[in-house]
C-alpha cells in the first residue's frame, strides 16, 4: 500500500472545490508544520502567499535543513508545493515559539482552501529536549504553555478569518488541535467542522467531562497506528480509528510510515497486543502515582538529561553523554533513589498489567491526586 507521498501523485491534480478534505489530507497539512516557514508565512488572511511561494522562499533559506525535523519534512513539502491541490492553498498567520526557560515548544499556521474553508494545524514535539519535557508535563500539569498558546492561536485564527474552519494535528499538535477546539469559545466552535488527531496524547481526568470537551467529541477524528504508544497515552473520550503503518513498535508514530488507500488510511481490527501492554503498563504506573511524584520523576529525569551536552532528543544517547549521567547519579543519592523507588513502580505495574491482560480485567485509570 501507499503512504502521502502516493497519495499526493494520484490525488494532487484535484482541487478541494473538486474533492472535499479528508483525513489524508489532515495528516498532510499536519505534517507540513513541522517545517520551519519564513516571513511570508506570517501574512494575514488578506495578504497570504500559497504555500508554493512560501516553500521556494524556505527552500532558499540558509541551511534549510537545520528548520525541519527530518529531511522527509523537506520532501514533503517539495512534492506537496508541486500539486494543484495543496499548492495553491494560501499560508497564514504562522507562528513558532521556543522558549526554553518556560519549557515552551510551540508552532501552528492556518491553511486557506479554494472551497472557501481554512485549515488550523498545530505541530507536534520537534527533536529538542525541550519539547520532550513540555510532553512529560502533560502527565502532572492540568494545562501546559503549548496548549494555552493553542487556545490563543484559535482565537486569532478565528478572528482574522471568518471562513469554516478543521483543526488537526500530529503527536503533541493532535492534542493541542482537541484542547483548542473545546477551550475556544462557543461561537468560534460552532464553525469547526472537524478536529483530526493524529497519535496524538490524551489529557488527564480533569478534562473528561468538561462541557467545551464534550461539546466537541463528536466532531473529532482520532487515528492511532497498530502499535500506537503516544497516542495511546493518558484519558481519551472519543473514539478512535486503527491505521496499519510500515513501521514497527514506536517507529510507528512517524507519519509518513502510514498507510494510505485512495483517499483513506488503511484500518486495522485493534492495536497490538504490544501495545495493549504499554498502554496497561503506564496507566497502572500512572494510578500509583500522584500528581506531585509524576512531577518529582520527570524534573529529575530533566535535570539528569540536561547534565549532559543534549539539545536534541537524539543527542541522549551519545557516548559521552552517558557517560555524564553515569557520573551525576553516581554523585547523586537522592536522584539514585527517586529514579529507582518509581522504576521499580514501573516493573511493579508492568507484572499488574500482564496479569491484568491475561484475566480480561479492566485498566485502571489515574488518580490525578495532589
Avoid at 480509528?241 to 510507528?252: A, D, E, H, T
Avoid at 537522592?334 to 491484568?356: N, P, V, W
Wanted: hydrophobic residues 40%; aromatic residues 10%.
Amino acid at each position: 500500500m501507499g503512504t502521502v507521498f502516493d497519495y499526493l501523485t494520484w490525488r494532487g491534480d484535484l482541487t478541494f472545490t473538486q474533492d472535499p478534505p479528508n483525513a489524508v489530507d489532515a495528516l498532510i497539512f499536519s505534517a507540513l508544520t513541522y517545517v520551519g516557514y519564513g516571513e511570508t508565512a506570517e501574512r494575514q488572511p488578506e495578504t497570504a502567499a500559497s504555500l508554493r511561494a512560501c516553500a521556494e522562499e524556505f527552500f532558499a533559506l540558509e541551511n534549510p535543513e537545520s528548520r525541519v525535523r527530518s529531511k522527509r519534512d523537506m520532501e514533503l513539502l517539495r512534492c506537496a508545493a508541486a500539486t494543484v491541490r495543496f499548492g495553491q492553498c494560501g499560508l497564514c498567520l504562522y507562528r513558532s515559539r521556543f522558549l526554553p526557560e518556560q519549557e515552551t515548544q510551540f508552532a501552528a499556521m492556518t491553511f486557506l482552501l479554494d472551497d472557501g474553508s481554512m485549515f488550523l494545524a498545530y505541530r507536534g514535539t520537534d527533536n529538542s529536549l525541550v519539547g520532550w519535557k513540555e510532553d512529560f508535563n502533560m502527565t502532572f500539569q492540568q494545562t501546559i504553555p503549548a496548549q494555552r498558546l493553542a487556545q490563543e492561536y484559535i482565537r486569532e485564527a478565528a478572528l482574522a478569518h471568518t471562513a469554516p474552519m478543521r483543526v488537526a494535528g500530529h503527536s503533541k499538535g493532535g492534542n493541542l488541535a482537541v484542547f483548542a477546539a473545546a477551550r475556544c469559545s462557543p461561537t468560534v466552535r460552532k464553525r469547526i467542522l472537524t478536529v483530526y488527531n493524529n497519535d496524538g496524547p490524551g489529557f488527564t481526568k480533569y478534562m473528561i467531562g468538561d462541557p467545551g470537551y464534550n461539546a466537541i467529541v463528536p466532531r473529532i477524528q482520532t487515528y492511532i497506528p497498530q502499535s500506537s504508544v503516544i497516542g495511546m497515552l493518558l484519558e481519551h473520550e472519543e473514539p478512535f480509528l486503527v491505521i496499519r503503518s510500515k513501521n514497527v513498535g514506536l517507529m510507528q508514530h512517524d507519519p509518513y510510515s502510514w498507510e494510505v488507500e485512495g483517499p483513506h488510511f488503511l484500518p486495522v481490527q485493534e492495536v497490538t497486543e504490544s501495545s495493549q501492554f504499554l498502554d496497561a503498563t503506564i496507566k497502572t504506573w500512572f494510578a500509583g502515582m500522584t500528581n506531585k511524584e509524576r512531577n518529582q520523576l520527570v524534573e529529575v529525569l530533566y535535570s539528569l538529561l540536561t547534565t549532559g551536552e543534549v539539545e536534541n532528543a537524539v543527542d541522549i544517547f551519545q557516548p559521552k553523554n552517558i557517560r555524564t549521567y553515569v557520573k551525576a547519579l553516581s554523585s547523586d543519592a537522592d536522584m539514585r533513589h527517586i529514579l529507582s523507588t518509581e522504576f521499580q513502580g514501573l516493573l511493579e505495574a508492568a507484572k499488574k498489567a500482564r496479569a491484568g491482560m491475561s484475566e480480561g480485567k479492566e485498566l485502571p485509570q489515574g488518580q490525578g491526586e495532589e
